[in-house]
């Protein structure tokens, strides 16, 4: 099954403890982004990467990291987490059609983060 | 101003009515236009893609208007299922796999 997976769906840390969540995808895209969705702000973009070792900061990458080593994968690192980055975290892929801009991206389930 | 605006709602209809979204954007070198659906905290999933020329399907039609730079959906004969978040998106010329989502616009169809 063609599919976006994301581990944890579920994490409550504290302020400073560093965590990574895992974003996976098996339809070979070559397009992988981040985004956080909060109450009346929407889905706002952290990074995103066009392919293997090549990645973008979006519209709100402070206090992230990210990594893009295999196709697949595009993990989501907090190496010092805060409470203002308690949010629903989404991953999400896309295929690079050439000679088009529209496109669909897929999603993962979401991770809800909490941090204390 | 938000880059891209959309009425929170939430819209309460009755089933079988028709309910019409709008969202606005602010930057003209918008170039791609998409609607996505959200459940419930759940993934947006993609509804569908706005073409300039506006599009159909089945019970749910697109349309663009460049020149006063706001997309809309309309969605006749509305079912209980149609009760989602619906979310407007838009990516800007020469950075078309950045997309800029609205806060989405909350539909609940009544019975």
């Known amino acids: 099954e063609a599919q976006v997976t994301q581990n944890p769906r579920y994490l409550i840390t504290v302020t400073g403890k560093k965590l990574t969540v895992t974003c996976s995808q098996n339809m070979n895209h070559e397009y992988m982004s981040w985004y956080r969705q909060d109450p009346g702000l929407g889905l706002r973009q952290i990074y995103y990467s066009m392919n293997v070792e090549v990645t973008d900061k979006g519209d709100v990458p402070e206090g992230y990291k990210v990594s893009r080593k295999e196709k697949r994968n595009f993990p989501l690192i907090l190496e010092s987490p805060s409470p203002n980055q308690t949010s629903l975290y989404f991953c999400?892929?896309?295929?690079?059609?050439?000679?088009?801009?529209?496109?669909?991206?897929?999603f993962g389930p979401g991770t809800r983060l909490t941090v204390t | 101003r938000k880059e891209v605006e959309q009425d929170p709602g939430p819209f309460n209809v009755p089933e079988g009515a028709t309910v019409a979204f709008n969202c606005t954007y602010s930057?003209?070198?918008?170039?791609?236009f998409f609607w996505y659906r959200q459940d419930c905290r759940k993934e947006p999933k993609l509804l569908m893609s706005v073409y300039s020329s506006g599009n159909e399907d089945g019970r749910f039609t697109a349309q663009l208007n460049r020149a006063s730079q706001y997309i809309s959906l309309l969605i006749r004969d509305s079912k209980l299922s149609d009760s989602a978040t619906y979310l407007c998106v838009v990516t800007l010329s020469g950075s078309a796999r950045q997309l800029t989502f609205g806060s989405g616009t909350q539909l609940t169809v009544l019975p």
């Open positions: 999400a892929s896309s295929p690079i059609i050439r000679g088009t801009n529209s496109y669909e991206q897929y």
């Open positions: 930057n003209s070198a918008s170039q791609s």
